[in-house]
């Protein structure tokens, strides 16, 4: 009796070297069953399946100026690469951070102040045109699962916003040019073959406007002509990621 409870437990030790397991004892009968970490990790899944493709569309790109649907391919069990492309509009993101911040100027032209007093009015003097939106998010995910669960990788924006100036028989074509650069970090559901992307990015940002202007003034305070003038500004950029879609080409896994 002695020498089996001996030897039982020098079968599990070596398991336990071997695989790594964890022990389960069931009742009084003492009945051992190992786990490998392995297996474990396995039935954890949600997924019997390695899902390699998922196509999703973005809930708050309106926020941001465009609306864009995602596709993202899974590479293998850690990296993917996502890329977007969009239809871009009015840009709420950038009217609120320039209204917040603009103190009598309009980004950093090179006067001192510019008439603000119709340049939202998007209903009348300027009208909103179709531009485009294109990006690319390289991603990793940590858990080894695929396109699924925690990931973090770099993303990058081009993005154009078109606008139209209309008043006294003036049509002005106006536009929005931004550049983005920073780093996501996010998660990504598996309900299969429903999938919810979600995450924040935070990173660097480089804007240009192109508007008509009238009533302007340079740093003397001496009148300037009505016309077109070009705006840049640089800064944080910060945004919040909500994308739904779903997997498709699914591969059985092998064994």
Known sequence: MIFRSILAVFIICLSLQKTGAQIYYEGGDRTVTVLSYEDKDNAGRKSKYDHKNAFKIGILDVLYGHQSIYYERSLNKIFSVQGSFGISHRNFYEDVSAIIGGSGRYYEGDFSYANMDKLYEYRGVRKVGIGYSVGINPRVYTNGWGMEGFYVGPSIRYQVNSYKYIENDLNEKESQKKFSIGLVLGGQSNNRPVCVDYGVGIGYK?????????????????SMADGMYDFKSKGVNFEVYLNIGGFFGFKREKG
């Open 206 to 222: 480089a804007l240009i406007q192109r508007r008509y202007l009238t009533g302007v003034y340079d740093n003397q305070g001496q």
